[in-house]
């Protein structure tokens, strides 16, 4: 029986007493968990306390970054990565503070021609117990050497988020409550599924994250020779949602954040440019990031743009008041940076 079979006929709040011992330091196990009857807790000692198990830990010795393989009960894998934040100014009481890149699904179907995690091809999504799970493994492992506190969560690891849309959604609402996570500190990025983008700006209850989405070409047909998920029309789309977005979380430190990876020759020319630009203009509070691109060796096809072109586009962008940044990449001796999740090791 899962876990919600068995707290079922239960009162609502002993869902939450169970999600608040999860991230409790001191509780270990669901007989732990004092706030339960002795009769549920008998119940649930054959349910797994973690639903991820450790195959393979990397760290990178460039900048501390930590990459795991980490196992399901049914023997399918994800990659979930670690990130020491650099500046100690993001440290409020001294503790160092980290970043955690999760997966939502096993592989990915929408094969971005970029991403090694679209090669992998779809297996399966993750539930939400996975996803939060993956925040609970990094956790633990701080705990045990009482390195610092994760404070920030970037769902930019393997699958697209919003195909997971009821998981994810949960795991979010969780994360926020029991494990304490600012909304502001969770960042959902999608290359675009316009039906769950619906549902985020619809939907009362979804948390107020931050959202992310993946355009890396603001010209239509150029996106779709990358993105084979792109529908036609979509950045008509984007352009009527981003204004029921900022409706619906008015916040004026709620932009939307537009990633855009550099790959030379393809999407990082002066139309390009101008495209983005243009559309930038139309989407309200925004925020463009630009990705040096990160190869891996199983995606030698494409090539990185130069630095100092993705140095003018900032530049160009900044002079149309357009806030703009570049993506540090952290881990890519292991690996572990945006696109690099093939779960090679295993
Ligand atoms: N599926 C979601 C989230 C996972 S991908 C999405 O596509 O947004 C997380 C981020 O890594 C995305 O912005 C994605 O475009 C980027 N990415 C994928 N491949 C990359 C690569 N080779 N180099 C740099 N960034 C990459
Ligand atoms: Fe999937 Fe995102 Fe990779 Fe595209 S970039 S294949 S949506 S994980």
Redesign the pocket.
């Known amino acids: 029986m899962s876990l919600e079979e068995i707290v079922k006929s239960e009162p609502a709040y002993r869902l939450d007493q169970i999600f608040l011992a999860w991230f409790d330091k001191n509780i270990h196990n669901f007989s732990e968990i004092t706030t339960l009857s002795k009769n549920l807790r008998e119940q649930l000692i054959g349910e797994p306390w973690m639903t991820v198990k450790e195959k393979i830990l990397q760290t990178s010795e460039v900048d501390g970054t930590r990459k795991a393989l980490l196992e399901f009960s049914d023997g399918k894998v994800v990659e979930s990565v670690l990130m020491p934040r650099a500046s100690k100014k993001e440290w409020p009481d001294d503790r160092p503070r980290f970043t955690i ?1 999760v ?3 096993v592989g ?1 179907p ?1 094969g ?1 021609a ?5 090669k992998l091809g779809f297996s399966r999504n993750l539930s939400y117990r996975e996803i939060i799970d993956q925040m609970r493994y990094w956790q633990q492992i701080l705990w045990d050497n009482n390195e610092g506190e994760i404070d920030n969560i ?9 195909l997971n849309y009821e998981n994810v959604k949960l795991s979010l609402k969780i994360l926020v409550k029991y494990a304490k996570i600012g909304q502001r500190k969770i960042t ?5 599924v316009p039906e769950a983008m619906e549902k985020i700006v619809t939907e009362k209850d979804f948390p107020a994250v931050r959202f ?3 355009l ?1 070409s603001a010209l239509s047909e150029s996106r779709l020779a990358i993105i084979p998920s792109n529908r036609p029309g979509f950045l008509d789309f984007l352009v009527e949602w981003s204004k029921k977005y900022h409706n619906a979380f008015p916040s004026r430190t709620h932009f939307i954040g537009l ?1 855009y ?1 550099m790959l030379k020759g393809v999407n990082d020319d002066a139309q390009h440019l101008n495209a983005l630009i243009k559309l930038a203009l139309k989407l309200g509070s925004i925020r463009v ?1 630009l ?6 060796s199983c ?1 030698d096809f ?1 090539q ?1 743009t130069d630095f100092a072109t993705i140095q003018t586009w900032q530049k160009k962008m900044n002079d149309r008041d357009i806030t703009c940044t570049i ?1 540090r ?1 952290q881990g890519l001796d292991i690996d572990a ?5 093939a779960n090679k090791n295993q």
């Open positions: 890149c997966s939502s699904q990915c929408m971005c970029f991403c090694a995690t679209g970037v769902f930019m690891g393997q699958g697209e988020p919003l959902l990025s999608t290359v675009g992310a989405l993946s890396h990633e990876i990031n990705i040096p691109y990160n190869g891996s995606n494409f990185g993506r990449s940076a945006c696109g690099q999740l």
